[in-house]
Structures are given as C-alpha cells and as structure tokens.
C-alpha cells in the first residue's frame, strides 16, 4: 500500500510538473504605442511568449474596457514564438516582415465579435500543428487570411468553416500558403487565388480537384478557373494557381515572343 501510495504521489507531481513546464499563458493587451509583438506594453505583465507559452487575445475578459480592435505587428524588427495560439474575435494582425513560429495548433477566430483577421504582406509564419481559420463559437465566429506576399506554412491540416457556425476565408492574392492537408466543413469556407501561391504536401490532385467541384477553391471570385500540379511546379508538393485572366495571359505571351526576339537578335 505504501509503495502504492508513493508511486501514485509521483504521478502525481509529474503531471503537475508537467503542465507547469508548458509556460504560461500571454494575454495580448495592446496598451502600447507601436502594436509590436516585442514589445512588453501589448503584454499582460509584460511578459513576451516564448516557445512553451500560449499567445492568447480576449477582448471580453476586460483587457480592453473600450471593446476596441486589438492590434499586433510583426515586422522585420521581430521574431516571435509560442507553444500555441488562441485568438480570439476583433484581433487584427499585420505581419510584414520578420517570423512568426507557433509550434503546436493556431485557432484564429473564436466567439462572437468582429472577426479575427490576418494580414501578411512579408516575412514567413511557420504553424507545427494545425491551423483552425475561424475557430468555434455558439453565435457567429470568421477568421480571415489575407495573402499579399509572405510564406505562411502549416505543418499539419488548414481547418475551415470545420463548425456550422462559423465563416473562413483564404484570400491569396500573393505570397505562397503551405498545408499538410486541407479539411472543410459545412460553413461557408473559401480559398480564392489570384497571383498567390497555394502548395500541398504530396499527391493531393484528388482533393483539390473535388474542392474546385464544390467551390471551397477558386480563382478571381470563381471568375476563372485554376490549375494544378504535382510535382512539376515543386517536387512533392500539388501546387494550385489561378488561370491567367486573358489580358494577362497575351501579356505574359508578348513578354516571351519579346525576350525570344531579343535572343535572336
């Protein structure tokens, strides 16, 4: 019964010991002037996450008593880490440069509000886990990515509209977005490509074909179609771009009959 006893005591204080070794939580409070991640004013107590910490922002628990957005930037001046990320509605995150790494899962809207919205233009954001664009919630709930330039990858599976009620939205307009896989549900949920990039980890011709059929991808609105690859864009990876628009595609051929003509010349 002792040995028993003691063997259920250490346990015990492993699993405390544990859950005490995967950091803290860090509440994005955005008091600050700049919005930067480094600095320690957007941070509950000043403390900046790093890699076993939670990076969590909840506008309800009273952070803000103005109910205001919070704001987050990341530039060439920053490089952020967390253990995992939950954000929740009326976050609005600029990433311009720099790296964002989260090495387990991101769920990027959660809960009535306004909407978790992502915009990068620069930099790389590097996801270990899954990335849940649009979270849960009883009421309304959106998370929206929106791609001008960047490299945003995700080791695992990109969850959208994976909960009836919420609503999740890739907008590729630029930069390139890497996923394990991608997994949709019943709400609405839409990747729209026009000059970005979208690559999936090996042979995924099949899924990615089915959701073109079902809408869940599409070009310039689902004005034009898009094209796929495996292999031949990136070895081991299906990669998806948007159709040239027509006055696009003779612009692109023009450029290659001039840089023809000037070989031969």
């Not at 959660?110 to 009883?138: H, K, P």
Request: with cysteine; net charge negative.
């Amino acid at each position: 019964m002792f040995v028993r006893a003691c063997f259920s005591a250490v346990l015990i204080l492993g699993c405390v010991a544990n859950s005490s070794a995967l950091g803290e939580i860090c509440r994005w409070v955005d008091h600050g002037q700049t919005h930067r991640w480094n600095d320690p004013a957007n941070w509950q107590n000043g403390h900046i996450p790093g890699s076993d910490d939670r990076f969590v922002s909840t506008p309800y628990y009273a952070m803000r008593p103005d109910w205001g957005l919070y704001r987050v930037l990341i530039d060439s001046t920053v490089w952020a880490e967390c253990n995992n990320a939950k954000n929740m509605n009326q976050l609005v995150m600029d990433i311009v440069g720099g790296s964002l790494t989260v090495y387990n899962e991101w769920k990027i809207g959660q809960d009535n509000g306004q909407g978790a919205v992502i915009n990068m233009s620069g930099g790389s954001v590097y996801v270990g886990g899954y990335v849940d664009l649009g979270g849960w919630a009883e009421g309304q709930s959106m998370g929206t990515l929106n791609m001008t330039g960047g490299t945003f990858t995700i080791g695992g599976a990109l969850k959208m509209g994976c909960w009836d009620t919420t609503r999740s939205y890739l907008n590729l307009d630029g930069g390139t977005v890497g996923v394990g896989s991608l997994q949709f549900g019943g709400a609405p949920a839409v990747i729209d490509i026009t000059e970005g990039v979208l690559a999936l980890a090996g042979d995924q011709r099949g899924s990615v074909e089915y959701y073109v059929n079902s809408g869940h991808i599409r070009a310039y609105g689902g004005g034009v179609g898009v094209m796929y690859d495996y292999g031949e864009t990136k070895p081991g990876w299906t990669t998806v771009r948007a159709i040239p628009e027509p006055a696009t595609a003779v612009l692109l051929g023009l450029g290659v009959l001039l840089v023809r003509k000037r070989k031969r010349s």
